[in-house]
Structures are given as C-alpha cells and as structure tokens.
C-alpha cells in the first residue's frame, strides 16, 4: 500500500523553505548522503534509516529517473530494526553467563563481564533473526510544495521530519485546522482573528430537540 | 503562545467545520456553492465520530445506515458533543471521492478516488496524484469558505445563532444562508439595500 497502489492513507505535509536553482542535481547529491544503510550483524548498530526508491524498499540504486516524475519527487523511507523478544534476551544471556561462571570458576561476574557478555548475546542474536523492516512512500509536489507520507503513525512522522530537514535542510509542517487555516487566508482580519479564536457553544440554551 | 500550542489549542476549528458541513448539507440539501468553483455535491456517511472537545474521553462513535439522522447523534450534540470524524462522499465535475475526514488534524484516510481511466504506470501515477490533490483542494477550499464566517463579525451574530436553532430542529432558508456565506463586501450591499 503506498503511492504507487493500493488506499490512500496518506499524512498531509507543506513544506517550509526556498528550492535551491538546480533542484535535481543538489537534491539527487543530497539524497545519496541519506540513502539507506543496510544493517550488519558485526555492528552494534539496532537500527537504520534512510531513504530508497518508491514502493521498492530493496531498491538503493537510486537514479533521477526514478526519484524525479513531472512536478514529482518520490521516495521510500525505510527504517529497519532489530527486535528481539525479551524473554529470548534473558534466557540467551543466562545461558551464556552460567557458561562463563563455570568455566571461569566464578560465583559471579563482574560489571565489566556482563556488559560485554550482554554484547556477545546480541550480536549472536543479530546473526541469527532478521532486522523488522518498515517501508513508507512520500510523495513531494515541488510546484505546490506539498508532502503526501503514506503513514498516520506520528513516530513515523517525526522520523520522517528529521530526516527530512536533515536531508533537505527544509522544515515540514504537518496538516492541522490551524496551519491549514494560516496557509489559506488571505485577507488580515482574518488572520488576525484566528488568533484569538476561541471554542463556541452550540448546545447553549437548548431546552427542545432536533 | 508559541505555534505548538496554537496549533494544538485550535483543533476543535476543525470538528466546528464538521459540524458547519453537516448543517450546511441540512439547509442546502447536499450541494455547496463555492466561490470560485461552482457547486460541490456533499454528502455525510458513516462511521460518525463524536467527542466533547472539553473532554476528549467521551466519545460515541455511530455506525451503520445513516448515523447523522440517528438519536444517538442527536443526544451526543446536545449535550456538547462534536462531530470529530465523518466519512465525507464529494461530488465534483462528475467525479466522486470518498474517504474519513478527520476533524482533529483535517487528514483524510482510507481515501477512494474517482476512477482511474489512464493506462501506463507514470500516467497511473500522476493521475493519481492529481485525484488526491484535487480532493485536498476540494476539502481546503470548503474549509477556507468556513473560516470567512467562522472567522468574521457574521459569526456570533449570525451563524452561530442559526446552527443554535438548527440543533433545536430549525432549519435556516437556503437565501438566507446563500447571503451570510456570501463575501463580506457583497453582503454588506445587500444589507443595506434593504
């Protein structure tokens, strides 16, 4: 589900901020620098995030072609995580600490051993299970300066607006009555008058029905 | 006030347009003029969402055949109660969108759009696209014809007294809702004319 196919459940995003001249060429060199990094077991890194092609999460090649279309920029946004269950943590971590008490002939272990016992563990675990993989399709119309994010979640959200003024050193503002109203007047009172509004009654004084 | 708190502070504007969608369909029988566009076809479906915007935890949430017409809705608004999320059909130039407004935060999910006619997956995709933000446009501009009551003088001494009588059962003349809606300039000839 995303951009290309399937529903729409798409968060609303103006973007704040002046394009450079040549938008192409300077955000194509910026968007290399935030590609996604595959994660690596031998690495202690938990998790990864950054940017791949539309509605393809493996695809890292990333060519204008296939970011660029019309008034268009497309990207995935792909975080990947290791998750392990707590339990398989725990038991994993007794296991290898009664095997290093014994061998070492140690009633207990040191602060200092089980750190990096609790290291071996994981990189282990990490060798073992997958990373969960999260894939989510923006969509940026350049001309209206408008961001379509295939995700209500508001974590996936902020991920995305770090990332985003990371990436293209532009803010994004979130949907919402206020900034859509602040967007959208045009005239001063009004605006003025959005500053002080306030919630109105409209059951007030009602004794009958509807 | 900073614009965190202003933007969180002024959410309940949007279950107000909700509830001004819902009264303007009652008094124009389902099709809004709006400045600029011509005639948008409106119609309010389930599920209907309503909350106490003073106290977000009570809530009723009606599905099924006509939840707006139901007692359930009835009751939740007279007691205080504002519609926070609807399913919103458009009709527009012959094509028809659908999808849950969410008063809140304006967002549209689950959004279906008009059928798509191009062949070809670029020609798909930006037709696509062009579906969706003519719907967001479509939503933005009923908003904006909203604010420039909701934000103006005709407000407490018009609107809101006539939604009041609404509630009781009061249906306001669709002339007389065409002039209150009418830009403010205009409005005031009219006024005075008279």
Not at chain 1, 42 to 63: H, I, R, T, Y
Not at chain 1, 69 to 79: D, E, H, T
Not at chain 1, 81 to 91: E, L, N
Not at chain 1, 137 to 142: F, I, M
Request: glycine fraction near 6%; charge should be neutral.
């Amino acid at each position: 589900m995303g951009a290309l196919h399937g529903s729409l459940n798409a968060s609303k995003f103006y973007v704040e901020g002046e394009l450079p001249k040549d938008v192409r060429r300077t955000y194509m060199a910026r968007i290399q620098l935030r590609l996604f990094q595959p994660l690596r077991p031998e690495q202690e890194a938990e998790e990864s995030a950054g940017w791949c092609a539309v509605g393809q999460p493996f695809d890292l090649d990333l060519s204008p072609d296939k970011v660029f279309n019309g008034p268009y920029l497309s990207l995935g946004l792909r975080i990947d995580r290791y998750r392990f269950p707590p339990a398989v943590v725990h038991a994993e971590l007794e296991q290898a600490a009664q095997g290093l008490r014994q061998k070492r002939a140690q009633e207990q272990l040191s602060r200092s051993q089980k750190a990096e016992l609790k290291q071996r563990v994981l990189q282990a675990l990490r060798r073992r299970y997958l990373p969960r993989m999260q894939a989510v399709d923006l969509v940026w119309n350049l001309d209206r300066r408008e961001l379509y994010f295939w995700s209500q979640s508001s974590g996936l959200r902020e991920r995305l607006s770090a990332l985003f003024e990371l990436s293209f050193g532009l803010e994004l503002a979130l949907d919402s009555p206020y900034v859509a109203a602040a967007r959208t007047l045009q005239n001063r009172a009004l605006e003025a008058a959005l500053q002080q509004v306030a919630l109105s009654a409209f059951h007030e004084d009602i004794r009958g029905s509807r | 006030m900073d614009l965190v708190d202003r933007i969180e502070t002024t959410r309940f504007l949007g279950s107000e347009f909700v509830l001004w969608l819902w009264f303007s369909r009652d008094v124009l029988g389902g099709v809004l003029e709006l400045p600029g566009r011509g005639g948008v076809e409106l119609a309010l479906e389930s599920p209907l969402l309503l909350v106490d915007p003073v106290a977000d935890t009570e809530r009723v949430n009606i599905r099924g055949f006509d939840p707006l017409g139901s007692l359930e809705a009835e009751h939740a608004l007279l007691r205080g109660k504002l519609p926070r999320k609807v399913a919103l059909r458009l009709g527009f130039q012959q094509s028809e969108w659908l999808a849950l407004l969410d008063g809140a935060s304006l967002g549209l999910s689950g959004v279906k759009l008009p059928a798509l006619l191009s062949e070809g997956e670029e020609e798909h995709f930006h037709e696509r696209m062009r579906l969706l933000e003519q719907l967001h446009d479509l939503v933005q501009d009923l908003y904006r014809h909203f604010l420039s009551v909701r934000l103006s003088p005709r407000w407490l001494d018009e609107l809101l007294p006539a939604m009041r009588r609404w509630l009781r059962g009061e249906v306001m003349d669709a002339e007389a809702y065409a002039e209150l809606h009418a830009p403010s300039s205009s409005a005031k000839r009219r006024r005075k004319a008279r």
